[in-house]
């Protein structure tokens, strides 16, 4: 199944919910892919380590397309990787909608993004927590979404870094100075309790993996808990 759903397709007034499968279980993938779409989560985050940008390793291409098979849910593909260059084409064919990399990994960012458009997919930017807004400045015309790291990328089930909500709201501004009609994401760390403020901050992309898979009231109520914070989005953002 080859399904393109980039992220240009939605509006960005609208808050969306892209559960991280780092926080499944990996034995019963299929599943969790049903469970998520069921409780209507509107795409699903994959999160792709190579052990040497960030010191953990996660699955490839050939996970992915299995995934596809059993869910039309958007695939929202987190590239933690040292050359993201090698790996856009190979993720793109394997069922990928959207595809974000790091600012920080060694490639040209702006040849990137154009390999990634050239493929059909909606192309993201993301910076670590150290990492000044700034330093996307010169892409930000050129990207679909920004997504702000509020932990250090590696690992599912860190804490949430408050001081990341001033960097979403001055890449917010940033984004409506140029006219864009970006997203901003944010992963790492949210829950129920600190996602108001996230959507408050400009942020309209929700990626949760613990809050979502781990979650003790289960996945759909989770879920629902999480498109609540729809209420708390910027009412000047006019959305596209
Ligand atoms: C961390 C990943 C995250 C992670 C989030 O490098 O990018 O997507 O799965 O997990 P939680 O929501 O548990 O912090
Ligand atoms: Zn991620």
Do not use: W
Not at 56 to 82: C, E, W
Not at 149 to 168: I, N, R, T, W, Y
Request: charge should be negative; proline fraction near 7%.
């Amino acid at each position: 199944m080859t399904i393109k759903h980039p992220l240009s397709e939605f509006k960005n007034n609208r808050l969306l919910v892209s559960p991280s499968v780092l926080a499944c279980n990996f034995a019963c993938l299929a599943d969790e892919l049903k469970a998520a779409e069921e409780a209507e989560a509107d795409m699903i985050h994959l999160d792709i380590m190579d052990g040497h940008f960030v010191p953990n390793i996660t699955f490839g291409p050939p996970v992915v397309a299995s995934m596809r098979k059993y869910t039309t849910l958007p695939f929202d593909v987190h590239l933690m990787l040292v050359h993201p260059e090698q790996y856009v084409e190979p993720f793109a064919k394997a069922g990928a909608d959207h595809i974000t990399f790091h600012i920080e990994s060694e490639c040209d960012p702006a040849a990137v993004v154009r390999q990634i458009h050239e493929l059909g997919c909606s192309a993201g930017i993301t910076l670590k927590p150290g990492t000044p807004a700034s330093a996307i400045e010169a892409i930000l015309p050129e990207i679909d979404m920004v997504l702000v790291m509020s932990v250090e990328p590696g690992f599912g089930g860190q804490k949430f870094q408050p001081e990341m909500l001033k960097k979403a709201t001055d890449i917010h501004k940033m984004i409506r100075k140029i006219g864009s009609h970006a997203h901003i994401e944010i992963d790492g760390g949210i829950t129920r309790d600190n996602v108001c403020e996230a959507a408050a901050a400009g942020v309209n992309v929700i990626v949760a993996g613990t809050a979502v898979f781990r979650a003790p009231e289960g996945i759909k109520a989770a879920v629902a808990e999480l498109h609540e914070a729809q209420k708390a989005l910027p009412k000047e953002a006019p959305g596209k």
